[in-house]
């Protein structure tokens, strides 16, 4: 299948820093990306989804201003975590869906744990 | 109200047992995805089902989809300590190109040997 990646696995970071995590679709072409969040001993909860080369759509209650994501080009998403704290300690993961037309299985990126201090 | 409802929310179950997790939707299923994840880690792919009454396999895990596309089952025969982990479903909820999975709760699978 599709390969997903995604970057850091792991982020500590201190209160109020900002922290990117990078997704790509390392062999085919994602004109949307999923981010999703889950929490310890939860489901994955969808928070946005990031479509190329426009604004990114938010799920009810995620702040946009809070969880920046760009979607530059057809393999690489961004979600940005602006002014962390520790409630935004998550395991966040990303997944991708290929251009229109073809399979359309949503494939999924390993995770980013982010640890905010 | 939760969208897709997984039961048994965990499992416990001795090794080279059988068992099932249900995966019931509030609306039509257009396909319906299990996976498997060890926790703080990423999602593994397990099947996809798309058809009223699809039934697929893999090694000793076999998923169903009902004819009404509104409930799957997941089961796992002969259990070993290796199926250990949370199990997922998650949905297309929507016939909509480009929307994200919606995905239960999850059912957690612990076996003893």
């Known amino acids: 299948g599709a390969v997903v990646s995604q970057h850091p696995s792991r982020v500590i970071c201190k209160s109020g820093t900002s922290v990117k995590i990078e997704c790509r679709s390392l062999?085919?072409?994602?004109?949307?990306m999923f981010w999703y969040r889950q929490f310890p001993k939860q489901s994955l909860m969808l928070m946005a989804t990031s479509n190329e080369g426009s604004k990114a759509t938010y799920e009810q209650g995620v702040e946009k201003d809070k969880f920046l994501i760009n979607h530059a080009s057809l393999t690489l998403s961004t979600l940005t975590v602006t002014s962390a704290h520790p409630e935004d300690s998550s395991f966040y993961i990303c997944?991708?869906?290929?251009?229109?037309?073809?399979?359309?299985?949503?494939?999924f990126g390993p995770g980013t744990r982010l640890t905010v201090l | 109200s939760q969208e897709l409802e997984q039961s048994p929310q965990s499992l416990i179950v001795q090794e080279g047992k059988n068992l099932t997790i249900n995966c019931t939707s509030s609306k039509t299923l257009y396909g319906l995805y299990w996976y498997k994840q060890k926790y703080g880690e990423g999602l593994i792919f397990l099947m996809m089902?798309?058809?009223?009454?699809e039934e697929k396999s893999h090694e000793k895990i076999t998923a169903k989809l009902d004819e009404k596309k509104q409930q799957s089952s997941l089961h796992i025969t002969a259990s070993q300590p290796s199926h250990a982990g949370i199990y997922l479903c998650?949905?297309?909820?929507?016939?909509?190109?480009?929307?994200?999975?919606?995905f239960g709760k999850g059912t957690t699978l612990s076996v003893s040997s």
């Open positions: 997944s991708a869906r290929a251009r229109p037309g073809s399979y359309n299985e949503q494939f």
């Open positions: 998650g949905a297309d909820l929507t016939n909509q190109a480009g929307t994200a999975l919606i």
């Open positions: 062999d085919f072409q994602a004109t949307t």
């Open positions: 089902l798309q058809k009223g009454g």
